[in-house]
C-alpha cells in the first residue's frame, strides 16, 4: 500500500497534495499496490468523496477534536498510528512547509531517512529518486532506504492528474493514539482573507515588485495592474526586508511559492532564492532596465525599461483595450 498525507484547507484539497497523490498513484501502479489517502480532522470530511477520482481506494480518516487545529507532532503521530497499522510501502506528503514539517517529524519518531522535495520515483529496494537540493538549483540522485519509504514531493514537479476511479473504496476512521505533548506546538489562529481576493499560491497572474519599484508607493501602479488583470501582487525578499510590503507578500525559497499562468516580474534582479519560488511559473514576464539581471535567463518575455513607466504605460493600454 501507498499512502499519500492529503492536506486541505477549509474543505479544499490543496494542489500539492493533488500532485502527490499523482506520483503517488504512478508508485501505487508500478508496484501492483493500492493507494490509500490520509486526512486529518473534522474539516476533512468535505475532500473524502474527491479522492476516488485520482486512484485513491481508501480514505483513513484520522478522528480527533484536537485535530481541528494543525499541530505537527500530532499530524506525524497520526501518520505512525496508521504505518502501524496499514503496513504501507511509501508514505507521501506534499513538499510544502506543512508537508515536509511533518514528515521530518515521523523520520524522527520512526529513526527513518526522509526523502524530501522529491521529483521522480523509481522503486525497488532502495528508491531510487530525483529530488530538487539547494533552492531548485541541483537535481540530486539518491538511494532512499528504509522498511517504510517516507518522503515528499516538490510542488509543482508533475502536473495533477485524474486518474482511473478505483472500482471499490471505502473511508476508514480512526481515533490516533495522541498524548498532551503532541500539541506543545498548534496553530492557534488563522487569518482568513478578504472575500472575494485570490491568495499568491491560487493566482493565476501575478504582478511582482522588487527594489526597482523605488518605494512603497510605487506599488501602486502594479496593484493596478494586477486588478485589470485579475491578479494579484507579490514582491522579492528585500522588499519584505525593507519593509515595503508585508512577508506574506514574498515570493521565493522563505515566501511563497507561486504557479501562475504568467509572472509579470517588475524590477526584480532574480536571485536564486527568489526564482524557487516562481520556478512553477507557465510564462514570465521581465521588466527591467538591467540587461544583465539573473531573472532575464529565466525569462519568456522581457521589457527593458524603467518599471514606473512601462507599467503606468500597460496600465493605459489594457484600460482602453477594455474600454474602461
Known amino acids: 500500500m501507498i499512502v499519500g498525507l492529503v492536506e486541505h484547507d477549509g474543505g479544499v484539497v490543496s494542489e500539492p497534495s493533488l500532485q502527490m497523490l499523482t506520483l503517488g498513484r504512478r508508485l501505487a501502479e508500478r508496484l501492483g499496490e493500492p493507494l490509500a489517502a490520509l486526512v486529518i480532522g473534522s474539516e476533512a470530511r468535505p475532500v473524502v468523496d474527491g479522492l476516488a477520482a485520482y486512484g485513491v481506494e481508501t480514505v483513513h480518516h484520522a478522528v ?3 485535530l481541528d487545529r494543525y499541530a505537527p507532532d500530532a499530524w506525524a503521530a497520526c501518520v505512525v498510528d496508521l504505518m502501524g497499522t496499514a503496513g504501507p510501502t511509501a508514505v507521501l506528503a506534499a513538499g510544502t512547509d506543512r508537508g515536509n514539517e511533518v514528515m521530518a517529524h515521523v523520520g524522527a519518531r520512526t529513526g527513518l531517512p526522509v526523502g524530501a ?3 521522480e520515483v523509481q522503486p525497488g529496494d532502495p528508491f531510487l529518486v530525483t529530488r530538487l537540493r539547494w533552492g531548485g538549483s541541483l537535481l540530486e ?8 519509504k517516507l518522503l515528499t514531493v516538490a510542488p509543482h514537479s508533475i502536473q495533477a492528474e485524474e486518474g482511473p476511479a478505483a472500482g471499490g473504496w471505502s473511508v476508514e476512521e480512526f481515533s490516533p493514539a495522541l498524548q498532551d505533548t503532541d500539541f ?6 488563522q487569518e482568513g482573507r478578504p472575500a472575494g481576493k485570490v491568495s499568491l499560491p491560487e493566482a493565476r497572474v501575478v504582478v511582482g515588485g522588487g527594489r526597482g519599484v ?10 493596478e495592474l494586477a486588478e485589470l488583470l485579475g491578479g494579484v501582487v507579490g514582491c522579492s525578499r528585500v522588499v519584505t526586508s525593507l519593509g515595503w510590503r508585508p512577508h506574506t507578500d514574498q515570493v521565493g525559497q522563505t515566501g511563497v511559492r507561486i504557479a501562475p499562468d504568467i509572472y509579470i516580474a517588475c524590477g526584480i534582479s532574480g536571485a536564486i532564492q527568489h526564482m524557487v519560488g516562481a520556478k512553477g511559473a507557465k510564462r514570465i514576464l521581465v ?5 544583465q539581471a539573473p531573472i532575464l535567463t529565466h525569462a519568456d518575455y522581457a521589457i527593458i525599461g524603467d518599471v514606473q513607466q512601462v507599467v503606468p504605460a500597460l496600465v493605459s493600454a489594457i484600460r482602453e483595450g477594455k474600454g474602461l
Do not use: M, Y
Not at 518605494?215 to 501602479?221: A, H, I, Q, R, V
Not at 521588466?287 to 540587461?291: C, G, S
Open 141 to 148: 540522485d539518491a538511494r532512499l532506504h528504509g522498511e517504510v
Open 64 to 66: 480527533d477534536d484536537r
Open 214 to 223: 523605488g518605494s512603497p508607493e510605487g506599488f501602486g501602479p502594479l496593484e
Open 117 to 119: 522535495n522529491c521529483t
Open 287 to 291: 521588466i527591467n532596465t538591467d540587461r
Open 184 to 189: 506543545r506546538v498548534q496553530v492557534a489562529r
